[in-house]
């Protein structure tokens, strides 16, 4: 009888936990391979969308204003909170003068280190360094480290969901 009490007390949190995690799911039309997806979280100075396929998970920060040219080349220091120690990552996506920076990684049962520490750690600031040593740098707010934080690891919980297809 205690364990129907404890059982019934413990369901609202459970079903408040599954609520944090809303991610799109549609089919991509072209490879028609499924995806989840983020959508587009909005930053200071850009956005965020994160895409979990088969094959790959991919962040893909769109960055306002002109000529945010990036190559292979490029790179961005992530700096997470509470720590001097910075995370660099180079473009994964193809060269372009619209602002797009990819992070790309193979999607796998168990996620790789970065994925990892943006699922549970705040990030403080990104600086992306483009074509001719330009850098652009979107600082997170609160609000913004928490709903990267969440989503991260709604996506990097249910991707390997994926890798069954």
């Known amino acids: 009888m205690k364990a129907i009490f404890l059982a019934i007390f413990l369901l609202p949190l459970f079903i ?6 809303k991610l799109k799911n549609h089919t991509d039309p ?3 391979l499924r995806v ?4 587009f ?5 850009g956005s965020l969308n994160i895409d979990a396929t088969k094959p790959e998970i991919d962040l893909l920060f769109s960055l306002n204003g002109v000529n945010k040219c990036f190559t292979d080349a490029s790179t961005a220091a992530i700096f ?3 720590s001097k120690a910075k995370q660099t990552q180079r473009n994964n996506g193809t060269m372009n003068c619209e602002g797009l920076f990819h992070f790309i990684f ?3 049962a168990t996620p790789q280190v970065l994925l990892r520490k943006m699922a549970t750690t705040r990030i403080e600031k990104i600086v992306f360094v483009g074509n001719g040593k330009t850098e652009t740098t979107i600082t997170f707010t609160p609000e913004q480290q928490d709903a990267v934080m969440t989503l991260t690891n709604c ?4 991707a390997p969901s994926l890798l069954q297809q």
């Open 106 to 108: 193979r999607n796998q």
């Open 30 to 32: 072209y490879t028609k």
């Open 155 to 158: 996506i990097i919980t249910q």
């Open 80 to 82: 997470f909170v509470g």
């Open 16 to 21: 408040q936990a599954q609520d944090s995690c």
């Open 41 to 45: 979280i909005p930053l200071q100075g």
């Open 36 to 39: 989840l997806s983020t959508g």
